[in-house]
């Protein structure tokens, strides 16, 4: 009964809050309430529209391992803030899914760029923007 209680603490941890490790998931999360899709090493869409407290789903059809990972400005390339949060979905591996939740104390009118921060300025849609409602 324990190890039933704490597998869904962790899962709802998890989506709760985002994550900051490797979030490869067999599937989205029920509650996701958006979807960013990565394939060919291009984001799709690359501006998205959400209200604060969204769960992003985010699912990577490459082989290889992506991150969506909030930075500062555009083609920064390193982890940031932009209006005092971030967000980073960690590791998500080929052919899986991850999920990160866009801060719930994002403002208003906020645009929040993110890149991969496996492969930077080589995706080929290297930066793309949460805007928040």
């Not at 960690?90 to 993110?114: D, I, K, Q, R």
């Amino acid at each position: 009964m324990f190890w039933k209680l704490a597998l869904g603490v962790s899962l709802v941890s998890l989506v709760a809050c985002g994550a900051n490790g490797p979030t490869s998931l067999s599937g989205p999360p029920p509650d996701a309430g958006a979807t960013i899709t990565i394939q060919g090493y291009a984001y799709s869409p690359l501006e998205l529209t959400v209200d604060a407290g969204t769960i992003v789903a985010v699912h990577n059809l490459d082989e290889h391992q992506h991150t969506v990972t909030s930075e500062s400005t555009d083609n920064a390339f390193v982890p940031g803030r932009t209006n005092g949060v971030a967000f980073d979905t960690g590791t998500v591996e080929g052919n899986a899914w991850g999920v990160f939740t866009v801060p719930a104390e994002a403002p208003s009118g906020a645009v929040l760029p993110y890149y991969c921060v496996t492969h930077g300025a080589g995706m080929k849609t290297p930066n793309g923007h949460i805007h928040v409602r």
